[in-house]
T-cell receptor
Framework: NAGVTQTPKFQVLKTGQSMTLQCAQD?????MSWYRQDPGMGLRLIHY???????DQGEVPNGYNVSRSTTEDFPLRLLSAAPSQTSVYFC?????????????FGPGTRLTVL | GQQLNQSPQSMFIQEGEDVSMNCTSS?????WLWYKQDPGEGPVLLIA???AGELTSNGRLTAQFGITRKDSFLNISASIPSDVGIYFC????????????WGLGTSLAVNP
C-alpha cells in the first residue's frame, strides 16, 4: 500500500491563481481531512470528510473548497490564492468509527503564494 | 480556535538524557494522542490513550492520560539522535465531537 499520497510536493502560485491539491489513499479509509501547518500555529483543520459524498468545515475553511466523490480521493481547491494561504498542507485519513484516532498523514504540499 | 497548552515549546538535550513534555487543556478529554513529525514529513502517531490514568509505552516512549482528564504527559528515556523532531499532542472531547484539538508542538533537538 502507498498509504496517503499528496501531489504536488511543492507549488508556487501568484495571487489570484487557482489550483487543486491532490490527496489519495489506498487503505479504504472512511475519514479524510485537510490540515494546514504554519510556524507557531500547529495543525489547523481546514475541511474533513466522513465518507464519500459527505464533507464538513473545519477550523479554517475560508478560501478552500473540497469534494469527496470517491472513497480514495479528497482534493483541496484554492479558488483564488492569497499570500495568507502560504503554508504546508497535510492530508490525513483514518479507518472509521472503530479506529477513529489512527490518522495517517501524507508527506505534505508546500505552497507559496506570491 | 481551541488549542492545547503544550510545553515546553522547545528542548535541546544531550544524547542519553530523558525527556518530558506535557499538554494541558481547560476541557475534559476522552482521548489523548501523541504524534511525532520528522523534518519535511507528516506527523506519525506514537501513542494513543483512552482512559484516565492509563499509562502506555512504545519502546523508549511512555505516555500517560492524566487523572483529571485535562492533561497528558510524554516521556522519552535515553534519548538518541533520531528522536529529533516536533512532538505534538492532540485530544478529543468525545461524544459526537470527533474533531482533534492540537497542541502547538515541542521541538526536540538532541546533541550527540
Amino acid at each position: 500500500n502507498a498509504g496517503v499520497t499528496q501531489t504536488p510536493k511543492f507549488q508556487v502560485l501568484k495571487t489570484g491563481q487557482s489550483m487543486t491539491l491532490q490527496c489519495a489513499q489506498d487503505m479504504n479509509h472512511e475519514y479524510m481531512s485537510w490540515y494546514r501547518q504554519d510556524p507557531g500555529m500547529g495543525l489547523r483543520l481546514i475541511h474533513y470528510s466522513v465518507g464519500a459524498g459527505i464533507t464538513d468545515q473545519g477550523e479554517v475553511p475560508n478560501g478552500y473548497n473540497v469534494s469527496r466523490s470517491t472513497t480514495e480521493d479528497f482534493p483541496l481547491r484554492l479558488l483564488s490564492a492569497a499570500p495568507s494561504q502560504t503554508s504546508v498542507y497535510f492530508c490525513a485519513s483514518s479507518p472509521g468509527p472503530l479506529e477513529p484516532d489512527t490518522q495517517y498523514f501524507g508527506p505534505g504540499t508546500r505552497l507559496t503564494v506570491l | 480556535g481551541q488549542q492545547l497548552n503544550q510545553s515546553p515549546q522547545s528542548m535541546f538535550i544531550q544524547e542519553g538524557e530523558d525527556v518530558s513534555m506535557n499538554c494541558t487543556s481547560s476541557s475534559i478529554f476522552n482521548t489523548w494522542l501523541w504524534y511525532k513529525q520528522d523534518p519535511g514529513e507528516g506527523p506519525v502517531l506514537l501513542i494513543a490513550l483512552y482512559k484516565a490514568g492509563e499509562l502506555t509505552s512504545n519502546g523508549r516512549l511512555t505516555a500517560q492520560f492524566g487523572i483529571t482528564r485535562k492533561d497528558s504527559f510524554l516521556n522519552i528515556s535515553a534519548s538518541i539522535p533520531s528522536d529529533v523532531g516536533i512532538y505534538f499532542c492532540a485530544g478529543r472531547i468525545g461524544g459526537n465531537n470527533r474533531k482533534l484539538i492540537w497542541g502547538l508542538g515541542t521541538s526536540l533537538a538532541v546533541n550527540p
